[in-house]
């Protein structure tokens, strides 16, 4: 026999006893523990929260730098189309196309957005 069946059959008997300071004990063994329990539980929730914040902080530096870097890599190519084109087209003629075809792009995004917009709307409005 085991300690831990050992523990169990004092239990056991002590209970069939009719100890009732046994029962009580038990109860303030289980608020004790409860209390261990919800303690544990909080810290483990800090540091994770504490980790998910530092790791957060990091992720959004790192994103920015993207961000950044490809808005400097957008702009190199742009730049690069009119040096490209103006041969060709001639200065103004190189900057109006490479324009035009940035608006064109931008109109479709702001299509696309404002439809989302709509459908966005359109499941939070009220049926009457």
Same mark, same amino acid.
């Given at each position: ?17 009719? *100890? *009732?300071?046994?029962? =009580?004990? *038990? ?15 909080l ?18 530096? =790192? ?37 035009? /075809? ?10 696309v ?6 459908? /966005? ?5 009220? *049926?009457?």
């Open positions: 026999m085991d300690h831990g069946d050992q523990a169990l059959k004092d239990q056991d008997t002590a209970t069939a006893g009719g *100890d *009732d300071s046994s029962v =009580f004990e *038990d109860v303030a063994a289980l608020i004790d523990d409860g209390r261990t329990l919800v303690e544990a539980e810290a483990f929730q800090k540091t994770r929260l504490s980790y998910a914040g530092q790791r957060g902080t990091t992720a959004a530096l =790192f994103a920015i730098a993207a961000l950044v870097l490809v808005t400097l890599a957008v702009f190199g190519v742009i730049v690069g189309a009119i040096l490209a084109l103006t041969p060709s087209l001639g200065a103004v003629g190189a900057t109006a196309v490479v324009a035009g /075809i940035l608006l064109l792009i931008a109109g479709i995004c702001a299509a957005a404002a439809q989302n917009a709509r459908m /966005i709307a359109k499941a939070f409005r009220k *049926d009457d």
